[in-house]
Nanobody, 113 residues
Framework: VQLVESGGGLVQPGGSLRLSCAASGLTFMNYAMGWYRQAPGKLRESVAAISSDGSTNYADSVKGRFTISRDNAKNTVYLQMNSLNPEDTGVYSC????????WGQGTQVTVSS
C-alpha cells in the first residue's frame, strides 16, 4: 500500500489549500480514509475522516472550514481547507484504514503572513 500526499505549502491567513492523497496497492473503495495533522510541540490530532460509504466527520476546530471528499475512480482522497489560520500549521498525513492503518509521508502546511 502506498499513499502519496500533495498540495501543501505556505499560505496567508484566510487563504485556502487543497490537499490530495493518491492511494495505490489497495482496493480503495473498501477503505476508510482520513487526515491527521501534527503541529510542532503538539500531539497528532485527527482532522477529518470519510468512510467507505462516504460518511464524514471532522474535528471541532475545522468544522465549517475543511471538507474531506473521495474519488474512488481516481483512488484519491482530498482535503479542501478554507479560512486557514496559523493554528492550522502542521504536517498533514493521510491514512487508509480497514483492519489496520496505512500512512502517507505527510505534507507540510504553513499558515503565516
Amino acid at each position: 500500500v502506498q499513499l502519496v500526499e500533495s498540495g501543501g505549502g505556505l499560505v496567508q491567513p484566510g487563504g485556502s489549500l487543497r490537499l490530495s492523497c493518491a492511494a495505490s496497492g489497495l482496493t480503495f473503495m473498501n477503505y476508510a480514509m482520513g487526515w491527521y495533522r501534527q503541529a510542532p510541540g503538539k500531539l497528532r490530532e485527527s482532522v477529518a475522516a470519510i468512510s467507505s460509504d462516504g460518511s464524514t466527520n471532522y474535528a471541532d476546530s475545522v468544522k465549517g472550514r475543511f471538507t474531506i471528499s473521495r474519488d474512488n475512480a481516481k483512488n484519491t482522497v482530498y482535503l479542501q481547507m478554507n479560512s486557514l489560520n496559523p493554528e492550522d500549521t502542521g504536517v498533514y498525513s493521510c491514512y487508509a484504514r480497514i483492519s489496520r492503518f496505512y500512512w502517507g509521508q505527510g505534507t507540510q502546511v504553513t499558515v503565516s503572513s
